[in-house]
């Protein structure tokens, strides 16, 4: 069982940054790829960035190629989103999440585990 816990969401301004990490315990880290994913209100999950469990591979949503970058630290247990260039439609609530699979990390239905979320909040 890997727990999984979000922190660094806050209130930012239009242009401004933040960088989102997600801890995880319980498991053995740098064996699970691990994904973010972000839901605003009325709105479906999607993914926003993967990375596979040797972080020699990314992938990003089209909509934050560019602004965002995932990295993670396997000795820390810890994946981040460094988010840059923030946009008021990026308001949302972030979720990190884990998976045995190292491929088709955009797929939010091949995590295992999840983490509770962080709220980000952009202001034109």
């Known amino acids: 069982q890997v727990h999984l816990v979000e922190s660094g969401g806050g209130l930012v301004q239009a242009g401004g940054s933040l960088r989102l990490s997600c801890a995880a315990s319980g498991g053995t880290f740098s064996s699970y790829s691990m994904g973010w994913f972000r839901q605003a209100p009325g709105k479906e999950r999607e993914f926003v960035a993967g990375?596979?469990?040797?972080?020699?591979?990314?992938n990003y949503a089209d909509s934050v190629k560019g602004r965002f970058t995932i990295s993670r630290d396997n000795a820390k247990n810890t994946v981040y989103l460094q988010m840059n260039s923030l946009k008021p439609e990026d308001t949302a609530v972030y979720f990190c999440?884990?998976?045995?699979?190292?491929?088709?990390?955009?797929?939010?239905?091949?995590?295992?585990?999840w983490g509770q979320g962080t709220q980000v909040t952009v202001s034109s």
């Open positions: 990375i596979t469990w040797s972080g020699d591979s990314t």
């Open positions: 999440a884990a998976t045995i699979r190292g491929y088709e990390l955009g797929s939010r239905n091949i995590y295992t585990y």
